[in-house]
């Protein structure tokens, strides 16, 4: 059966059309128990182009609602008179043909098409009432919007007892015009700050300004809906949490407890400098969901109230806070107590982690569990547990200095995945194989973020060299002399090479190593092989 529309303007009067008809003692207004609205983020009710409203009513057994009226009301022209529209009701036999036919002739006119279903009731256990879905798609043509004001919808379900109805009003809605993602985002702040008292015309200037408490709640309601996690940006975990909302209030140029909207924006959806800061603050967080939820991430803080915080509380080496950077939101940063072994002064290195090498929380655990460096976890006792199984990783009381160091690493790290390298964590089915000459039994499971100690190295014996590669070393020159082998191993000790940074060893390395030609040659295959087994 074709759906038959009646579109005009008419004053938002439902009295009129309905309860002057019929006695308001005998009418019976059927509940609406469950609803549904697509909300964007969780939040905001945005009107694109394709729409989906659900209701779940209880009515008596066999009453049908077989009209549904719709009214869109606003406080600005056009919708300033109401627009409704009365939708025929089309009964399906099943969800799935619901589905197939609100897809069906989704024909992108000039005027509003919209549609009306009912799905298969559900019983109550005394077979007297029902419980209906209904369901109202709406297909918006591209100019019909509100230009970022806010409207309502009002929905009224008719029945043919005259005496029933039942009826649900929106939440408040933007229409879009246009489906690009910065005017949700836009529209997400429009009606956030609707949601704590602002006027939308107020708001609609970039030079406006709300209250810093405001801000606050809407990057809360953002954060939220854009990750699902229950911790909120604002909420107080540690000492550290309100040097995270400094942070915050330094990104947006808070001043006197407001701040202006194109700042807003600008944090939020309008960066001139790329992604905007919330989305790359949410990225870490979709990334390391628990160790935010559970406060291991302590929030965006500055390395210096960081080094300040160490250092003043007299927190042992080892010891470390978990952190956004507040330059770059996109990454955490370890900040850790690190002492000189020369003159006993203790100081602060701040180590990029980086998503390579801890692309989620079980690989960032395992990552600082076995960390050389951090040996006291803080904040991370209750989330961190060194692995049961053997690690080449042990405590060192080596350290790590400079700027220059830190970038060196994480270059030499970057270009290892670039080159085919993946980290594999520790419930990884090799993990527990018997060392061999392999990628599995390697130790590169969890790379160190240890750094050459600055002094050169005095002669050492071969004995001295890390165990796993003494084995790799000796299985590649098996056929070769005892000669040959004892030099490429004291090379090896010279430079320091670990089971870590063994497989980033390229053939310059080699050549600066002062390996001969002959044995360079062997161990480029050797790499070769080595690296192979790391999927690409």
């Not at 690989?363 to 547990?385: E, G």
């Given at each position: ?7 005009g303007?008419?004053?938002?009067k ?54 549904i ?44 098409t ?28 591209q ?31 933007i ?16 009606l ?32 939220v ?56 603050i949410?990225?870490?967080i ?43 939101p ?139 590669v ?67």
């Amino acid at each position: 059966m074709e759906d038959t529309f009646f579109f005009g303007l008419t004053p938002h009067k439902f009295e009129d059309t309905f309860l002057d008809v019929i006695p308001n003692s005998t009418a019976q207004m059927y509940p609406v128990i469950h609803y549904y609205e697509q909300l964007y983020l969780e939040h905001a009710l945005i009107v694109a182009t394709h729409t989906v409203w659900k209701f779940m009513v209880t009515e008596d057994r066999e009453a049908f609602a077989n009209t549904i009226q719709v009214d869109v009301n606003g406080n600005f022209e056009p919708f300033n008179e109401t627009h409704s529209v009365t939708i025929a009701v089309n009964h399906c036999q099943s969800a799935e043909e619901f589905e197939t036919l609100s897809k069906a002739r989704r024909v992108i006119n000039d005027v509003p098409t919209w549609k009306a279903y009912h799905l298969p009731p559900v019983y109550g256990p005394d077979h007297t009432k029902q419980n209906s879905t209904y369901c109202i798609v709406l297909s918006k043509p591209q100019k019909w919007g509100s230009q970022m004001m806010p409207v309502t919808f009002y929905f009224r379900g008719g029945y043919s007892n005259r005496n029933g109805y039942w009826e649900k009003y929106s939440s408040p809605a933007i229409m879009l015009t246009n489906s690009a993602s910065k005017w949700y985002e836009k529209a997400f702040i429009t009606l956030a700050l609707l949601g704590v008292g602002y006027d939308p015309k107020a708001i609609s200037k970039p030079d406006a300004f709300i209250r810093w408490e405001d801000f606050i709640t809407v990057t809360d309601l953002h954060m939220v809906g854009a990750t699902g996690c229950r911790r909120k940006l604002s909420d107080n975990i540690s000492f550290l949490s309100r040097f995270h909302l400094e942070s915050l209030a330094s990104m947006v140029q808070c001043e006197d407890g407001r701040v202006t909207l194109k700042k807003v924006r600008h944090f939020c959806n309008e960066s001139s400098d790329g992604t905007p800061p919330l989305k790359l603050i949410e990225g870490v967080i979709n990334r390391y969901r628990q160790s935010w939820e559970s406060g291991a991430i302590v929030g965006i803080i500055r390395s210096g109230v960081v080094k300040q915080y160490l250092l003043e509380q007299k927190h042992p080496a080892g010891s470390f806070v978990l952190r956004i950077q507040y330059n770059s939101p996109s990454e955490i940063c370890a900040s850790s107590v690190q002492v000189n072994p020369q003159s006993g002064i203790a100081f602060v290195d701040h180590l990029t982690i980086s998503q390579h090498v801890a692309p989620d929380d079980h690989k960032l655990q395992d990552y600082l569990a076995c960390s050389p460096i951090h040996k006291i976890m803080l904040p991370m006792q209750a989330v961190c547990s060194r692995p049961a199984g053997p690690t080449s990783l042990e405590p060192s009381q080596t350290y790590r200095t400079t700027d220059q160091e830190l970038q060196r690493t994480n270059q030499l790290l970057q270009q290892a995945y670039k080159e085919g390298f993946q980290a594999t964590g520790r419930d990884s089915p090799n993990s527990q194989a018997q060392m061999s000459p392999t990628a599995e039994s390697m130790g590169f499971g969890v790379p160190s973020p240890q750094s050459p100690a600055q002094s050169p190295a005095p002669y050492e014996q071969v004995g001295q060299l890390d165990e796993q590669v003494r084995s790799w070393l000796r299985y590649f020159f098996q056929n070769d002399s005892e000669q040959v082998f004892q030099e490429v191993a004291q090379k090896f000790v010279h430079a320091r090479v670990t089971a870590n940074s063994l497989h980033m060893l390229d053939a310059e390395d080699l050549k600066e190593m002062g390996i001969p030609l002959g044995p360079r040659k062997l161990l480029m295959r050797a790499l070769q092989q080595l690296n192979s087994q790391y999927p690409r």
